[in-house]
């Protein structure tokens, strides 16, 4: 079973309001990844990490997205100013390398009213 | 782009028949991608079932089967007999061969063993 740990499990923001939240990749796994899970069970990558550097990222997540993976803290995605077709599951994933089979956490769903 | 298909978005199948799961797979950019079945039970989080990453070879896991199938381009996920515990939804999905290795999933099937 993954050991990949996601907060909060739940999260209700209002429109432009910001919304964070984090991943405990587990132990030993250097490589992040973030995706989106919408209501039509699409999932769409945002972005991923080795260490502290952004390995991939598309175009949405530069401009109201933003990510970090600091040394000995949690991973974190944070959207500046929510929008109602923000809400979804967002999934974190880790890995030992990019390779790697990747391990999810339970993610965090975003409810944007 | 790349892409992962599963025509079935539901499947409802009784204890102890078979189950196939259809899935294929667009790699335009990717000569050989690695292939995956994840699965996703009531109230848990995404857990892979099984991968192949070698063309022509077969995965296995908790009495699944998958053969990845270059020429068909094609990942089916079968059981022989299914379990009231096999209720769950399952995604295919391929990860690229370059950049960040990022997941394409499918949109799932929903399956669901009647007793």
């Known amino acids: 079973n993954s050991k990949v740990i996601q907060t909060p499990r739940y999260l209700v923001k209002g429109q432009g309001q910001k919304a964070k939240m984090r991943c405990i990749p587990e132990?030993?796994?250097?490589?992040v990844f973030w995706y989106q899970q919408n209501k039509n069970n699409e999932f769409k990558f945002l972005i991923n990490?080795?260490?502290?550097?952004?390995?991939?990222q598309i175009d949405m997540t530069e401009k109201r997205f933003s990510a970090e993976c600091p040394s000995n803290s949690p991973c974190s995605l944070e959207i500046q100013s929510s929008e109602a077709g923000d809400s979804a599951l967002y999934l974190c994933?880790?890995?030992?390398?990019?390779?790697?089979?990747?391990?999810f956490g339970p993610g965090t769903r975003l409810l944007v009213l | 782009g790349d892409s992962v298909t599963q025509t079935e978005g539901q499947v409802t199948v009784s204890e102890s028949k078979s189950l196939i799961i259809n899935c294929t797979y667009s790699?335009?950019?990717?000569?050989?991608?690695?292939l995956f079945w994840y699965v996703r039970y009531p109230g848990e989080g995404l857990q892979l079932l099984l991968k192949?990453?070698?063309?022509?070879q077969k995965g296995s896991s908790r009495g699944f089967e998958a053969t990845y199938n270059k020429e068909a381009t094609s990942f089916h996920l079968q059981k022989a007999s299914v379990q009231e515990s096999d209720s769950a939804v399952y995604y295919c999905a391929l990860s690229e061969s370059q950049g960040g290795r990022a997941l394409i999933f499918g949109t799932g099937t929903t399956v669901s063993v009647s007793p």
């Open positions: 994933a880790s890995s030992r390398g990019v390779q790697d089979t990747q391990y």
């Open positions: 192949v990453i070698t063309a022509g």
């Open positions: 132990k030993g796994h250097p490589v």
């Open positions: 790699a335009t950019s990717i000569g050989y991608p690695n």
């Open positions: 990490f080795q260490n502290q550097e952004v390995l991939q």
